[in-house]
């Protein structure tokens, strides 16, 4: 599988950014997918994910009810809608596929990582 994560940039704080991770190589829908997030200096942190059938999603609790998490089986993609930003959010995002369906919030229970997308919020 290989995923490749677009949709950064630099907004404001309040401002809203939507990412998007286009998967291709292998049956996406099997997938459970995941949104990670590294700031300089800290470890990769688990911010998002969803199972293959989209009604099931979860989120770390800075983020609960700013972002959503989706995905479109039928497009190979998968976005992370965010909104409300604020300066801490600012990281290197990434994308990454978990093969048996489930939403882990280790990085190292990903099996496939997209290239990562820069995220900056200004104060």
């Known amino acids: 599988v290989q995923l490749q994560a677009s949709g950064g940039g630099l907004v404001q704080a309040g401002g809203s950014l939507r990412l998007s991770c286009a998967a291709s190589?292998?049956?996406?829908?099997?997938?459970?997918m995941g949104w990670f997030r590294q700031a300089p200096g800290k470890e990769r942190e688990f911010v998002a994910g969803?199972?293959?059938?989209?009604?099931?999603?979860y989120y770390i609790d800075s983020v609960k009810g700013r972002f959503t998490i989706s995905r479109d089986n039928a497009k190979n993609t998968v976005y992370l809608q965010m909104n409300s930003l604020k300066p801490e959010d600012t990281a290197v995002y990434y994308c990454?596929?978990?093969?048996?369906?489930?939403?882990?919030?280790?990085?190292?229970?990903?099996?496939?990582w997209g290239q990562g997308t820069q995220v900056t919020v200004s104060s």
């Open positions: 190589g292998d049956t996406f829908s099997n997938y459970a």
């Open positions: 969803i199972r293959w059938r989209a009604t099931n999603t």
């Open positions: 990454a596929a978990e093969k048996f369906g489930v939403v882990a919030t280790k990085p190292d229970e990903y099996d496939y």
